[in-house]
């Protein structure tokens, strides 16, 4: 299939470990959001890359997240010293471009931090 | 900032119903997405209105932009339980992020 794909779908840590989520969007698209939604609430936009370049950060909560995509392609969500109020599932999705079109949401990776 | 608000918060329906779901925006709409989750699931976009007064519709689902009240809603006909999910309504929060409503949940019972 040639839709956004998110790896892996759902990640078990323990309080205060480091995890990685990865998104590989759709080809060809420059733009790529991730957002976190948790239960009960509508997804909450965390962070934009156009290219390589994380162009908005200004949901990333804190300095415990930190997203990149060197490639311009693949993009991982990296998360410091877990809490368990990050427990959510982290959605990413790609567009063609930006302003702001039709976003193409993959699966989602649920995170559940014991 | 942007907020959404979505009514109701759930719904329940007999197969076969007719349904209004809403989206209220506290400042104007430049843009209004309407998508559906099913649990476990990513959103699958179901339609974007950008002007005011806009109509759009796909097989039994109808959505109307009211720019003047910043409000859309959305309408299914003849429900069936393959509507079943979460709809969520997402507005244009700047040059490149959406924000979203809490959700309606829709269950159609056959």
Same mark, same amino acid.
Request: no cysteine; net charge positive; aromatic share 16%.
């Given at each position: 299939g040639a839709g956004v794909s998110q790896t892996p779908s759902n %990640? /078990? !840590?323990e309080k @205060? %470990?480091?995890v990685e989520l990865r998104c590989d969007p759709i080809s060809g698209h !420059? *733009?790529?959001y991730w957002y976190r939604q948790s239960l009960g609430q509508g997804p909450e936009f965390l962070i934009y890359f156009q290219g390589t370049g994380a162009a908005d950060d200004s949901g990333l909560p804190n300095d415990r997240f930190f997203a990149v995509r060197p490639e311009g392609s693949v993009s991982t969500l990296k998360i410091q010293r877990t809490e368990r109020g990050d427990s959510a /599932?982290?959605?990413c999705a790609s567009s063609l471009t930006a302003p702001v079109n039709e976003q193409f949401f993959g699966p989602g990776t649920r995170l559940t931090v014991l | 900032s942007q907020e959404l608000e979505q009514s109701p918060q759930s719904l329940i329906v007999q197969e076969g119903k007719n349904l209004t779901i809403n989206c209220t925006s506290s400042k104007t709409l430049y843009g209004l997405y309407w998508y559906k989750? %099913?649990?476990g699931e990513g959103l699958i976009f179901l339609m974007m209105l950008q002007k005011g007064g806009e109509e759009k519709s796909h097989e039994k689902i109808t959505a109307k932009l009211d720019e003047k009240k910043q409000q859309s809603s959305l309408h299914i006909t003849a429900s069936q339980p393959s509507h079943a999910g979460i709809y969520l309504c @997402? *507005? *244009?929060g700047g040059y490149n992020k959406l924000i979203f409503g809490a959700g309606t949940r829709l269950a159609v019972h056959p």
């Open positions: %990640k /078990v !840590t @205060g %470990k480091y !420059t *733009a790529l /599932v982290y959605l | 989750q %099913k649990y @997402g *507005a *244009a």
